[in-house]
C-alpha cells in the first residue's frame, strides 16, 4: 500500500444538467450535498462553474456545461468520501441521488495538486 500525502486533492466532475434552465435547482442540491461532507469532515471547500461560451476558448473542448470542484483535506479523506458516498447510507444516500438525478454526460475524477 502506498504512504498517503497530505497534499490538496480535488474531484473534478464536467456534465450538463438534464434541464439547462435547473442551474439554480442543482447548486441548491450540490450545495447541500458538500456542507454534510464538510459537516463529517472530507471536504473544506467546493466551487460550481458554468461554462461561458467563447469562439476562441471552446476550441476542439467538448459540449460540456457545468464544472465542479470537491476540495479535500488530503488523500486520506477523498478516498474515505468515496467510501462513504459508495455506501449509500442515509443521508448521504438521498443527498446524492437528489444532486445526480439532475444531470448527463457526465465524467468524474480525481486530482493531486501539483506544485
Not at 38 to 63: A, V
Not at 96 to 107: D, Q, V
Request: glycine fraction near 6%.
Amino acid at each position: 500500500m502506498s504512504k498517503l500525502s497530505p497534499e490538496t486533492f480535488s474531484m473534478f466532475g464536467a456534465f450538463n444538467l438534464k434541464d439547462p434552465k435547473g442551474l439554480k435547482h442543482f447548486k441548491e442540491a450540490f450545495d447541500a450535498f458538500c456542507e454534510h461532507l464538510k459537516l463529517e469532515g472530507y471536504l473544506h471547500s467546493w466551487r460550481l462553474w458554468e461554462r461561458t461560451p467563447h469562439e476562441g476558448y471552446d476550441n476542439g473542448f467538448p459540449e460540456i456545461t457545468i464544472l465542479l470542484e470537491m476540495c479535500f483535506h488530503d488523500q486520506k479523506a477523498s478516498l474515505d468520501c468515496w467510501d462513504y458516498v459508495e455506501a449509500g447510507s442515509k443521508p448521504m444516500k438521498t443527498l446524492h441521488i437528489a444532486m445526480r438525478c439532475k444531470i448527463k454526460e457526465s465524467i468524474f475524477a480525481l486530482y493531486r495538486e501539483v506544485g
